[in-house]
């Protein structure tokens, strides 16, 4: 499985960026995807998911600013960040196939990233 992802970028507080990340082998189906997002110094933060009938999940952070969907026929996963922070600058990740590991929620397949910075 491979994830690219697309869309980061700079962008003043206030702002939008919609996040692309194009995935091989039709796992849309068959698996949860979601995006992780990383600033210096913090945790890895699951930011939103998607199951496979669509349900979305996303993070207090972000409620109401972010939206995630996905494109089955396109095999593309999105994130619509909408009202941008400051602290939303992070590296942004798009992750396959969730599972838990050792009682821990974790992705199989991962994105190289996409940086986002937001100034403020």
Request: proline fraction near 1%; charged fraction near 15%.
């Amino acid at each position: 499985v491979q994830l690219v992802e697309s869309g980061g970028g700079s962008v003043q507080a206030g702002g939008s960026l919609k996040l692309s990340c194009a995935a091989s082998g039709g796992i849309f189906t068959s698996c949860t995807m979601g995006w992780y997002r990383q600033a210096p110094g913090k945790e890895r933060e699951l930011v939103s998911s998607i199951s496979t009938d669509g349900t979305t999940s996303d993070a207090d952070s972000v409620k109401g600013r972010f939206t995630i969907a996905q494109d089955n026929a396109k095999n593309t996963l999105y994130l619509q960040m909408n009202s941008l922070k400051a602290d939303d600058t992070a590296v942004y990740y798009c992750a396959a196939c969730m599972q838990w590991v050792g009682g821990r929620r974790d992705f199989a397949h991962w994105g190289q990233g996409t940086q986002v910075t937001v100034s403020s």
